[in-house]
C-alpha cells in the first residue's frame, strides 16, 4: 500500500504519518534521513491502523510547521477533523430531504434588494448585495409550481462577529408547499437528531462546559407569552412587545434565554407576538401572535421557522413599516423586492420553511465552543 502524508512523530524506524483527518503508525524496513515535518510517500504492508516494513519512495524535507499556519490549525488544532464531520453533516442532510421528496436549488449569491430584517444589515455588492437570506427566491419558486425545495447555502451579514456568528455562514433553508409549521417542526426534529447522531455517535449534544443535551425528538414546546409568563414575571409579553419592544427585547436575552440554555432537552419556543412576526402569517386562532419558531439547543439559538405570509397586501405593509423603522434607526432602508412581491400577486400556496444555521448545529455536535472550530476559512483567517 502506498499513502501520503506529513511526519508528524519520528522515533527511530517508528514514524507517525498524518494529514488533517486522520494518522497512520509506520515502521520502516530501516532507518532512514527524515524529520518531522518533512512530506513523505512511502510503500509497505498494512496490518490493522500500521503500515509495516515500509519504505519512504519520496521525501519532500520540509521546515517544522508554523505554530500559527495551516498546519496547526487543520492538523494540530483538529479543525481538519471538523471538516470530515462536517461533510458528514451536509450528507446526511442531503440524504434526508431527498428520500422526503424535496428538490435541490441553488439561488443567487448577489442580489438586488435584501430582507428587510430589522436587526440584519447586508454587504454591499458591485451594484447589488450579498444575501442575507434565500427566502425571497426561494418563495418565488413555491409560487411557480415547485412544491418542496431545500438548499445549502452561503449567506452573508455585515457587522456579525463572535462564537456563534460570522459574517459568512451556511444555512440550511426549506419550504413545504401545502404545509404548516407542524410539518416543518417535525423535519427539523428528524434532521437535528440525524446530524447529531452522525457526528456524535447518538442523539446527544455536548455543550462547550460538558454538559450533555439529550436530543432524542420529540422536542418540547412553550410559547412566548408562557415563557416570560414563567421565567420574566410578564403577565402578558404579547402586550410588552407592542408597548415596549426594547423591554420585550431585553428581557428575552436577559431573563427567558438564560433560563432556556438551563434544558437538558431542546425546546421549541412559539407563537411569537404579531409585532414580531417577520415573514411569518398571523395565527388564524389568535392574530395577536404569529406562526414563528425557533429551536433553542443548550441556550443555542439553531433556527428560525414560519407558517409562512403569503398575502401580498399584508406583506407590502410590513416592508414598508419595517423601511420606516430602518429609517428612524438610521439604518440604510433597503428597497422593497418587486420580483418578490409579484410573485406574491400571482399566489404564493400556503407553506412552512425554516432557516437553520448549519455551523451551529456542526458546532453543538462536536463540543466546539464557536462555529469558526468547524470552518475551513472563517474570517479571521481569509
Known amino acids: 500500500m502506498e499513502l501520503g502524508g506529513r511526519i508528524s512523530r519520528a522515533r527511530g524506524t517508528e514514524l507517525l504519518v498524518s494529514d488533517a483527518l486522520a494518522s497512520v503508525s509506520v515502521s520502516l524496513r530501516a532507518p532512514a534521513p527524515v524529520s518531522e515535518g518533512d512530506l513523505v510517500i512511502v510503500t509497505g ?3 490493522g491502523a500500521r503500515l509495516l516494513d515500509a519504505v519512504i519512495r519520496e521525501r519532500f524535507p520540509c521546515p517544522s510547521p ?3 499556519g495551516e498546519v496547526a490549525r487543520l492538523a494540530w488544532q483538529g479543525v481538519g477533523r471538523h471538516l470530515g464531520l462536517r461533510a458528514a453533516a451536509f450528507e446526511t442532510i442531503r ?4 428520500a422526503a421528496g424535496f428538490l435541490e436549488v441553488d439561488t443567487p449569491i448577489r442580489v438586488r434588494t435584501p430582507g428587510l430584517d430589522l436587526h440584519v444589515d447586508a454587504l454591499e455588492a458591485e451594484g447589488g448585495y450579498l444575501s442575507t437570506s434565500p427566502e425571497f427566491q426561494m418563495k418565488r419558486l413555491l409560487v411557480g409550481g415547485i412544491p418542496r425545495c431545500f438548499q445549502l447555502v452561503h449567506c452573508f451579514r455585515k457587522d456579525e462577529h463572535g462564537p456563534l456568528h460570522e459574517p459568512e455562514f451556511c444555512m440550511l433553508e426549506w419550504y413545504r ?3 404548516g409549521v407542524e410539518a416543518v417542526m417535525a423535519d427539523t426534529e428528524i434532521v437535528v437528531e440525524r446530524v447529531l447522531t452522525r457526528l456524535a455517535g447518538r442523539p446527544r449534544a455536548r455543550l462547550p462546559d460538558g454538559r450533555p443535551i439529550d436530543a432524542r425528538a420529540p422536542f418540547a414546546r412553550l410559547t412566548v407569552r408562557d415563557a416570560f409568563r414563567r421565567h420574566a ?3 402578558d409579553a404579547v402586550d410588552l412587545a407592542a408597548s415596549d419592544e426594547d423591554r420585550f427585547f431585553q428581557l428575552l ?3 427567558v434565554e438564560p433560563a432556556l440554555a438551563r434544558r437538558r432537552r431542546p425546546l421549541f419556543l412559539t407563537d411569537y407576538p404579531a409585532t414580531q412576526a417577520s415573514l411569518a402569517r398571523r395565527t388564524p386562532s389568535d392574530p395577536s401572535v404569529a406562526e414563528r419558531f425557533e429551536l433553542y439547543v443548550g441556550g443555542v439559538e439553531l433556527c428560525n421557522g414560519f407558517g409562512e405570509l403569503t398575502c401580498p397586501i399584508e406583506q407590502r405593509a410590513r416592508f414598508v413599516a419595517d423601511q420606516r423603522a430602518r429609517r428612524r434607526q438610521r439604518r440604510p432602508a433597503y428597497a422593497l423586492d ?3 412581491l409579484a410573485a406574491l400577486d ?3 400556496p400556503p407553506a412552512g420553511g425554516n432557516a437553520l444555521g448549519v455551523d451551529r448545529l456542526v458546532a453543538l455536535a462536536l463540543g466546539a465552543p464557536a462555529i469558526r472550530d468547524t470552518l475551513a476559512f472563517p474570517w479571521s483567517w481569509v
Open 45 to 47: 504492508r498494512l496490518a
Open 66 to 68: 508554523r505554530g500559527d
Open 95 to 98: 440524504e434526508y430531504f431527498a
Open 177 to 179: 408547499a401545502f404545509s
Open 233 to 235: 414575571g410578564v403577565a
Open 253 to 255: 436575552v436577559d431573563r
Open 338 to 340: 418587486p420580483r418578490f
Open 346 to 348: 400571482e399566489g404564493m
